[in-house]
């Protein structure tokens, strides 16, 4: 991957402003254990199979992963082939 220094377009940075607010919520709402992110079929069925902690958890890592997301659009990264926008 080729980086191509910090994010230049508009685009990026809503895109990496967005996944990045979204993470923030996700991870708020799994420590607070809010009933609004547990309502969600899939994480509501890992709660009742294997309990509010494997749900939490996983709902960090979901966390964690868009907050690498957001970092790496945000800082320009992008794979060797790809042209960037002028």
């Given at each position: ?40 079929r ?23 992963c ?21």
């Amino acid at each position: 991957m080729a980086g191509s220094g910090m994010a230049s377009s508009g685009s990026e940075w809503l895109v990496g402003g967005v996944a990045m607010g979204l993470a923030c919520w996700i991870g708020a709402c799994a420590v607070m254990r809010s009933e609004r992110l547990f309502r969600l079929r899939s994480v509501d069925r890992l709660r009742q199979h294997f309990g509010d902690r494997v749900a939490t958890i996983l709902l960090l890592l979901v966390a964690a992963c868009l907050v690498a997301l957001a970092a790496m659009i945000l800082a320009g990264v992008r794979p060797g082939y790809a042209i960037p926008a002028k």
